[in-house]
């Protein structure tokens, strides 16, 4: 079964490929030029399967329902192989440092757009309004990248996303839904309070939770012992706090659940009651670390804490049986990340996302780990539509992936994607 899935998949591609004119670079630059509102094209160094590559720097309207107004310059990197085949347009949730192979082009052997999202990375206005930072808004640039490019490329349209990365993807086809054919959001929650108590129930349940608790009330209860080695261990990577050290060591305290499951730890690793000092921050960097926290971290993921508190949703944090031992984060919060205070949470969205996706969203492929925290509030697609969830079993946030599926469940993705492609 998996072999003929796969030269399925094989005889699309060559017929594809069979019917695509060969272009040179020169005249591609200019045709990627002459697209409305590119400001500058450079060509890269294509990765496998690409003939070729570029970045390319679009001019966005910062309102596109006032097209007329403020515009930023968004960053683009467009890996081609043929005209004839799908396009795969990568949602990335946050900044595009750099051009990569998805996997969903591998596997179709496509073309592939990675889009930065705004306000991130080289994609910021500079006016830096926060009220267009909302999923609509992004919803439209993704909508104006399609009708720039599908002029050219003729082949079918698939969105895919990791984890922020699919919200946006999910949320695009909710406000457009017929722009693209297929949707791979990976690891991808969907929230529907600014602090989702869906969390705490799976962290509280997943496993270890006894370890976990402990260590953490051990890190709390040893914090002036650890406190020196942090400073000096801070002090190496530049890493500065305006929060305060301190605060920033109880946030890290206070995250590591979250993350000792989104990153898919071993319960057998957590350091026992006779672990050194040493041992412990170590163990805590290696979780959690502190980047997060600090003044670089908190500028860099500024947009992500405004789209958390206004539309996207998050988590909090559970300070049952260690609040007592709080001495700086005793109303530990993310809201306090955000770049604008007192936002208000429209909780309204993500429920009409979720309710559309229930009754509409077909050609949808969700990929989950088991063990990842958002996993918590993953999307649950109805039988009214045609779409399939995957669950991997032992999987967690960066390692669920189709290529790490087990054999049935990978000839389930390609026979799903390849009959969405012929339909």
């Known amino acids: 079964m998996y072999i ?3 030269l399925t998949f094989f005889l699309l591609n060559f017929c594809l490929a069979a019917t695509t004119q060969p272009i040179g670079l020169q005249s ?3 045709q990627l030029m002459a697209l409305p509102d590119v400001v500058e094209v450079e060509r890269l160094e294509p990765t496998a399967p690409f003939r070729s590559a570029y970045k390319i720097m679009l001019r966005q309207p910062l309102d596109h329902k006032n097209p007329d107004g403020e515009t930023f310059t968004q ?3 467009l890996s081609h192989k043929a005209f004839g085949k ?5 949602t990335e949730g946050y900044a595009a440092e750099e051009n990569y192979t998805s996997e969903l082009a591998k596997i179709l052997n496509a073309n592939q757009l990675v889009v930065e999202h705004r306000y991130f990375g080289e994609s910021v206005p500079d006016s830096l309004k926060w009220i267009y930072l909302t999923t609509e808004q992004a919803a439209n640039d993704y909508h104006r990248i399609i009708e720039l490019f599908n002029k050219m490329y003729s082949g079918k349209w698939l969105s895919t996303g990791i984890s922020k990365g699919g919200q946006a993807a999910l949320y695009h ?3 457009y839904p017929d722009d693209v054919d297929i949707s791979v959001p990976y690891v991808t929650p969907l929230n529907f309070e600014v602090e989702d108590p869906r969390i705490y129930k799976f ?3 997943v496993g270890c939770r006894k370890d976990i608790f402990d260590f953490q009330k051990r890190l709390l209860e040893k914090r002036d012992e650890i406190l020196p080695y942090m400073k000096w261990y801070c002090f190496g990577r530049g890493q500065t706090f305006a929060i305060g050290r301190e605060t920033a060591y109880e946030y890290a305290v206070l995250e590591y659940p979250i993350s000792f499951w989104q990153w898919g730890h071993e319960c057998s690793k957590i350091p026992d009651k006779d672990a050194s000092t040493e041992e412990m921050l170590e163990y805590l960097i290696e979780v959690v670390g502190f980047g997060l926290y600090s003044d ?3 500028k860099y993921f500024e947009p992500l804490f405004y789209q958390a508190m206004t539309e996207l949703g998050y988590y909090g944090f559970q300070t049952n049986g260690l609040h007592h031992l709080l001495k700086y984060a005793t109303e530990p919060t993310n809201t306090i990340f955000a770049p604008v205070p007192q936002l208000k949470f429209d909780g309204s969205l993500s429920k009409k996302v979720y309710a559309w996706i229930r009754e509409s969203g077909d050609r949808i492929l969700y990929v989950y780990g088991e063990l990842d925290t958002w996993s918590a509030t993953a999307v649950n697609p109805s039988r009214k539509t045609d779409a399939l969830k995957i669950m991997m079993k032992g999987r967690a946030h960066h390692d669920a992936r189709i290529q ?3 054999r049935q469940d990978k000839e389930k993705v390609l026979e799903a994607l390849n009959r969405w492609l012929n339909e």
Request: glycine share 4%; hydrophobic share 45%; net charge positive.
């Open 203 to 205: 962290v509280n349940y």
């Open 296 to 298: 670089k971290g908190v």
């Open 28 to 30: 591609f630059d200019a």
């Open 75 to 77: 960053r683009i990197y």
């Open 4 to 6: 003929r899935l796969l």
């Open 404 to 406: 790490n599926m087990e």
């Open 173 to 175: 086809r909710y406000y």
């Open 86 to 90: 799908p396009m795969i347009m990568v």
